[in-house]
């Protein structure tokens, strides 16, 4: 027997479906390690993932977040763009 797919409202989002997300970058430009609610959070557009990092910006310092560079996919966006003040 065949179930049918889980309705969206039940399952994560694809990537295809938030294709948008931020690479976390320490001071030496790797990745920075971060609490899992910060890490891996994609976005449907643009503005969404823009508005996120405007939220949480200071948190993400906190935890050794030193820049943050946008996505598209697999296409960089812009930065890496620093969270100093």
Known sequence: ????EQPATFRQPSPAER???WKL???SGSEARVPEEYA???FASQA???SWVGEVWAELSA???DAVTLFEHE???YGPM???A
């Open 48 to 50: 969404d993932a823009e």
């Open 63 to 65: 935890a050794g977040v």
């Open 82 to 84: 620093s969270l100093s």
């Open 40 to 42: 891996h959070q994609r």
């Open 19 to 21: 294709p948008w997300w």
């Open 25 to 27: 970058l320490d001071g």
């Open 75 to 77: 296409r960089e966006v």
């Open 1 to 4: 027997m065949n179930l049918p």
